[in-house]
């Protein structure tokens, strides 16, 4: 059960400090490569080379691709995990290359790169932190971010130049503000005697008629993007997917949820009901609810709700790497877990409950198994003991 009030004060030490701090900062993310400017309407799609584009938030643009698992220790490549380290210091550019620089965060590893047969061309315009606005095009109400300009402005770039195939997606969860939700379950579970999935119910449903419209006039403005360029509705397709839940529910958790061990060690600070609900309920919720988009527009839908089961942060079927043990796609935990909460942060706060480098080939590997798929709505799941190569689709 929950810590009283006065034992949660007594042990508010330093480390959990900065693991508050972590939480205010935590943001919700997105990435992508190419920026540019609207392209003049063709009479006909390009006949070449193809093109596969990834648009939205931080869930597609590989936030957390640094990462394989997670551990403790601090120095060095953190018992292997952090694929920034160089042998003398830490260089993400590594792996995000020059979009760490702006915080859009796009991994070497991201979804759309851990799919290269889907296209000739593999072109992430996804940046952390996106919200439905920053898809849109300028002339709609479309908002630069990050220094570049409007997702749909520079896909029109991509699609005068490219023959685009197949477009994935990821948007809704900041609109929804589902950072907003970690930092307050976080905040309940260090400072308060209380919960957070009560009040964090409300506010989601408060905004979700409104997030829902956005994703929905940001499938819009791709295809008319994609008919200014010349294209027609059969010469490309549209996934929208949702997310997965980077938490297990209580049950699952491997750490108990007395004492501090969640928190200093797991990167999992959540008390069990919150939990649940997270696991069980608002991830489903929002999967939904996007789904529900996803038909209304008439485009793919690729559910990712349970794509991380059994691999989420704290889950009993993973563990962390150490000193002794080396990180692996079978053991390790497929999400980032809280940075911050360690003696020292290890990377940045913002690639804290993301898909990480293992989940982004999983990622890749459905996003390839959907390509293959003409019509339907699938859902993305893994098998237990095995790495990417063992993800499946089932039909929704």
């Not at 991509?158 to 930092?183: C, H, M, P, R």
């Not at 209380?194 to 979700?208: F, G, K, L």
């Not at 996007?290 to 038909?295: E, F, K, R, T, Y």
């Not at 079927?317 to 290890?346: H, I, K, M, V, Y």
Request: charged fraction near 15%; hydrophobic fraction near 40%.
């Amino acid at each position: 059960m929950p810590e009283s009030r006065s034992s949660i004060t007594r042990r508010t030490t330093s480390w959990s400090r900065r693991l508050f701090a972590a939480a205010l900062a935590l943001p919700l993310a997105a990435a992508g490569l190419v920026a540019g400017t609207a392209a003049p309407a063709r009479a006909a799609a390009p006949a070449g080379p193809t093109a596969s584009v990834a648009l939205g938030d931080s869930y597609i643009s590989g936030e957390a691709g640094r990462w394989k698992g997670n551990s403790v220790v601090t120095g060095g490549n953190r018992a292997g995990t952090d694929r920034a380290w160089t042998g003398s210091a830490y260089d993400p550019s590594r792996v995000y290359g020059t979009t760490y620089a702006s915080g859009c965060d796009r991994s070497d590893t991201a979804e759309v790169r851990s799919a290269p047969t889907v296209a000739q061309t593999q072109i992430n315009l996804a940046c952390s932190g996106a919200v439905t606005a920053n898809v849109f095009r300028a002339a709609n109400g479309g908002q630069s971010l990050k220094g570049e300009a409007p997702q749909a402005d520079q896909l029109a770039a991509v699609a005068g130049q490219y023959n685009v195939k197949l477009i994935t997606l990821s948007i809704g969860g900041n609109d929804l503000g589902f950072g907003d939700v970690i930092e307050t379950c976080v905040k309940d579970y260090l400072i308060w005697y209380s919960y957070c999935n009560d009040d964090q119910q409300s506010a989601v449903d408060a905004r979700m008629a409104g997030a829902m419209a956005g994703v929905g006039k940001a499938l819009d403005e791709i295809r008319a993007v994609m008919a200014g360029a010349g294209y027609a509705a059969g010469d490309y397709r549209i996934v929208l997917q949702s997310y997965p839940s980077p938490i297990p529910r209580a049950a699952e958790m491997r750490y108990p949820e007395s004492g501090w061990s969640r928190s200093d060690t797991g990167g999992c600070p959540f008390w069990d009901g919150d939990a649940t609900w997270a696991r069980d309920s608002l991830v489903p919720q929002i999967s939904r609810s996007l789904a529900g988009v996803a038909a209304a527009k008439g485009v793919q839908f690729l559910d990712l709700s349970d794509m991380l089961q059994g691999r989420e942060v704290c889950s009993k079927a993973t563990r962390q790497a150490t000193s002794t043990t080396a990180p692996s796609a079978t053991t390790s935990e497929w999400a980032r877990f809280l940075d911050g909460g360690l003696n020292t942060s290890q990377g940045t706060v913002q690639e804290s409950m993301h898909p990480n480098y293992y989940a982004q080939l999983g990622l890749g590997r459905c996003l390839t198994l959907l390509f293959g798929k003409a019509s339907g709505d699938w859902a993305c799941r893994n098998t237990a003991g095995q790495d990417a190569n063992g993800m499946y689709l089932t039909a929704k």
